[in-house]
């Protein structure tokens, strides 16, 4: 009937939503998710249809458009909370950091973050996530090309199989879902952000100061916006200046390079605590023994916090984590995000 309908009115809101239903009750998915991207934005059941599409589209892999069907659900409604949540997590598990707070930060101004969204937020400089590798896998899967969901499933795919020491482990392979190893998209993708920051990271583990500043003097202006990149950055510098005699002109003008550069990263991420922690190592060598004894304090917080995440079983448990809520908060305070702290008095109340 509702085909017969479309007939008459290609463009009626309520044939296509009926269509969808009908489809959805016979299996068939794809189907169902094309009619109800076809609502009009004013049509009353948009929303509603658009809110059924994006759970279809998420159970299909089909992230791509189920991003895009979220902004087009916040364009249509900006305080619409899940839509928020969905996007959180897709940039969250895609490794987008940047898009990542921004969303974060986002749906904190409208008051409609979900909970998870502040752990997203603490955790971005140090993407852990035990199913980071099967999600992204999923999404190659139905986009194979994608350099994101590529790089991000080797990213996680490189952290199921290092011991402490990021030492690779030989584990065997499953021939029906080989992941593309990082190293392959060292070659593949140069230019790509997280590619980038994972070189980085290993060179500075390495103590590799060559490394790191070869890696920084390839890296295009598009990465500047990385507060990882800012974070190598300080360390290079701090490192020359560790080198340095003592006291010499060239060592102040490393620690101010370094200095300058570690502002940068904590500027686009706050609560990365490592980048505080070469801060502090900045401001001992200074000998600023106020700004250390700040700096060591958060740094301390911050390491506390993100094991208690880590421990966690899934990342909406941090409301049944007694006090865990208000550490969240004196940490946003102390590393002087006030918008997050009132965000997080406000749940708190």
């Not at 996007?87 to 598990?93: S, T």
């Not at 011991?163 to 499953?174: F, G, T």
């Not at 997280?194 to 060179?203: D, G, S």
């Not at 060592?251 to 801060?279: F, I």
Request: hydrophobic share 40%.
């Amino acid at each position: 009937m509702a085909r017969d309908w479309l007939k008459f009115d290609e463009k009626s809101g309520d044939a296509w939503h009926y269509l969808a239903r009908a489809a959805q009750k016979q299996g068939d998915n794809e189907l169902a998710a094309e009619c109800l991207a076809k609502l009009d934005d004013d049509h009353p059941k948009c929303l509603d249809a658009l809110f059924d599409r994006l759970g279809i589209l998420l159970k299909l892999d089909r992230v791509v458009e189920a991003e895009a069907t979220c902004r087009r659900i916040l364009k249509i409604n900006p305080d619409a909370d899940r839509a928020h949540s969905r996007l959180i997590y897709i940039y969250a598990l895609s490794l987008r950091r940047q898009k990542l707070r921004e969303q974060v930060l986002e749906s904190l101004s409208r008051g409609c973050e979900p909970p998870e969204a502040y752990v997203y937020l603490f955790t971005a400089a140090q993407s852990r996530f035990s199913n980071g590798e099967d999600v992204n896998a999923g999404w190659v899967k139905q986009d194979p090309d994608n350099e994101t969901f590529l790089v991000a499933r080797a990213y996680f795919h490189f952290l199921a199989t290092t011991d402490q020491n990021a030492q690779l482990v030989k584990l065997p392979q499953d021939p029906d879902n080989q992941a593309m190893l990082m190293e392959e998209c060292i070659k593949r993708f140069p230019k790509n952000h997280v590619v980038i920051e994972f070189q980085l990271e290993k060179a500075v583990r390495a103590g590799s100061i060559e490394r790191v500043a070869r890696i920084l003097s390839a890296t295009p202006k598009s990465a500047q916006r990385s507060s990882l990149l800012w974070r190598a950055k300080g360390w290079y510098h701090l490192a020359q200046a560790t080198i340095s005699s003592k006291g010499s002109q060239e060592e102040k003008m490393e620690l101010q390079r370094a200095e300058n550069a570690l502002q940068q990263a904590l500027a686009r991420d706050p609560y990365d605590w490592r980048a505080r922690n070469h801060l502090a190592a900045v401001f001992r060598r200074q000998e600023r023994k106020q700004q250390l004894a700040d700096a060591a304090a958060t740094v301390e917080i911050g390491k506390k916090l993100e094991k208690e995440i880590m421990e966690m079983a899934k990342s909406d448990d941090i409301a049944n984590v007694p006090g865990f809520l208000e550490r969240m908060a004196e940490y946003s305070l102390k590393c002087g995000d006030r918008s997050v702290y009132d965000a997080l008095r406000q749940r708190l109340q």
